[in-house]
């Protein structure tokens, strides 16, 4: 039989995956308003594809869906990730493996203790962007890893990577996927609210009108992380090492709309609570400075204010 997946959140990611699992497993893609059945995935090489995707609102999913998931893929903002779940909760047992797409580490830790069933988190560099209701970009190919908070589910993250694999994404499960959401998270807090703060691509940040404030945010994630037992990627433990990764980040995203960048363009809520939000509680825990996140955190907060009120 084969494997059945829901997606729920039709963003980038979510129908990204939809188009790479729809010729293999059988997956559905929900979302709070009805899409176009027939959908466009370009991928990298330029190549459009067409593809009827099985796509149902939360209202229908309850009625129309034939049989329950094998997993349940949260690819809501994480700010909505909860709430994606809720409305799903009636309808899916609460054994459901959930796997959770979301940046930062706000919604992971939150419903990884308030589900019952086993909770994959995956961090992803897939590079992908919407073109309207029924179109999606998969702009740049990029690796995902698999796994789950407590280390228990080890089987499951690597039966998912090899899923995906084999429709064309690269994957990988591994065991220190907490390491992994915060270093993301850390590489996020340098470039995101500078750059959605200043109108600027993620390349401009080398400006030296910026590069100060990057190394700035950077010396209190740095401590942070250390506080918190999170080594940069390359193993050092030491502060040059966080900042030669956000700049290479940069390097190799120059001409990248930041995620954030998009949402305050778009007038949608940032994900500053899930990439601000936890670096600031952490910073407040282990009564270390946070002065510039705390700063960047009510400059966005004020300017989400000016448009979402
Ligand atoms: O993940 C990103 C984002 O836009 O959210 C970065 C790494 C900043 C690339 O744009």
Not at 250 to 255: E, F, K, P
Request: hydrophobic letters at 45%; charged letters at 15%.
């Amino acid at each position: 039989m084969k494997d059945t997946h829901w997606i729920i959140g039709p963003g980038a990611i979510g129908r990204l995956l939809a188009h790479s699992l729809s010729p293999l497993t059988t997956t559905t893609l929900i979302g709070r308003r009805a899409l176009p059945e027939q959908q466009v995935v370009t991928t990298p090489e330029g190549e459009q594809r067409l593809q009827r995707l099985k796509l149902y609102t939360l209202e229908q999913i309850a009625l129309k869906a034939n049989g329950l998931p094998c997993y349940v893929h949260i690819t809501a903002k994480a700010m909505a990730a909860e709430a994606a779940l809720a409305s799903l909760a009636d309808v899916i047992p609460a054994t459901t493996p959930l796997v959770l797409w979301q940046n930062g580490f706000l919604a992971q830790p939150r419903i990884t203790q308030a589900w019952p069933g086993p909770v994959l988190c995956a961090t992803t560099t897939e590079g992908a962007y919407l073109t309207g209701d029924d179109g999606v970009v998969h702009a740049g190919r990029g690796h995902t890893f698999i796994g789950d908070l407590n280390n228990q589910h080890g089987g499951l993250a690597q039966t998912l990577a090899q899923t995906l694999n084999q429709a064309g994404l690269a994957a990988t499960a591994v065991d220190d996927i907490r390491s992994r959401l915060w270093q993301k998270l850390a590489v996020n807090a340098a470039i995101n609210p500078l750059v959605a703060l200043n109108g600027v691509r993620n390349g401009e940040l080398r400006d030296a009108a910026y590069s100060g404030q990057v190394e700035a945010v950077v010396k209190e994630v740095a401590a942070i992380m250390l506080a918190e037992g999170i080594q940069p990627p390359k193993g050092a433990t030491d502060e040059n090492a966080w900042l030669s990764m956000v700049w290479q980040v940069v390097r190799n995203t120059a001409n990248n709309k930041a995620s954030m960048l998009q949402d305050v363009a778009a007038k949608r809520p940032t994900e500053r609570g899930a990439i601000l939000g936890p670096l600031i509680e952490r910073a407040e825990h282990h009564g270390l400075s946070c002065e510039v996140l705390n700063g960047l955190n009510r400059e966005i907060e004020a300017l989400e204010a000016r448009y979402l009120s």
